[in-house]
């Protein structure tokens, strides 16, 4: 995460935060996401972390600035610390793991950045909307973080997002191959999401 100065803190001002709890077949567990939303100057950041308290702790944060999107990655389990960096502008965008020669990947089509978290859900899924109900989504990789090598690298799919009748969303495509349902709040940010990860993993995430 890059170093703020004494003046830009006191520039700083939370303007809302809040947590996510996740349940797995109805019953709570130990993960639980924080987030907060901050302006810092003329940026609106995002900061949130998720945890199960023991195994792993995911770290994001996320700005934009003269028309770039930012966002700052940050792992760490039994095996490591890990961090990485990436930055999408126009039609392709710069990433690095901390440490490596930063790589550049263009797309051939409009493509929308999901920064892994579900503070960051709500977003997501309206910008599709306003695409026509179909994008293309970039999402740093987190399926094999004991491998160095794979860990926050970019994976590009195509998703989909239908308006249901009761308000809520249908999303496809990625790892939603048989879909998700996201319910949002009159502000955009995520409410609840329920999704049938396999025939025994019904995982439902609630904002709280």
Known sequence: LHRVDRRQRQMCIRDSEGRYRYLLNGKQTAVVEHWVHYQLGDNQVT??????????????????????EFASLYWENATGRYSANYALQGDGVRWNLEG??????????????????R????????????????????????????????????LLSERTVERLPDGAY????????DGARYE???????????WQQSEGEFWEVELV
Not at 47 to 57: A, K
Not at 124 to 152: A, C, H, Y
Not at 170 to 177: A, F, S
Not at 184 to 194: E, F, W
Request: aromatic share 10%; with cysteine.
């Open 47 to 68: 900061r949130t972390l998720r945890s199960d308290g023991h195994h792993f702790v995911l770290g994001v944060k996320a700005w934009g600035k003269g028309g770039v």
């Open 100 to 117: 490596d020669t930063p790589q550049e990947l263009l797309f051939d089509r409009p493509t929308c950045f999901f920064p892994l978290m």
């Open 119 to 154: 503070v960051f859900s709500g977003e997501t899924l309206l910008t599709i909307v306003e695409n026509g109900g179909r994008s293309q989504v970039l999402v740093p990789s987190i399926k094999t973080p004991e491998q160095r090598d794979s860990l926050f690298q970019p």
């Open 170 to 177: 249908h999303y496809r495509g990625g790892e939603y191959d």
């Open 184 to 194: 949002l709040n009159a502000s955009g940010l995520l409410q609840r999401y329920a």
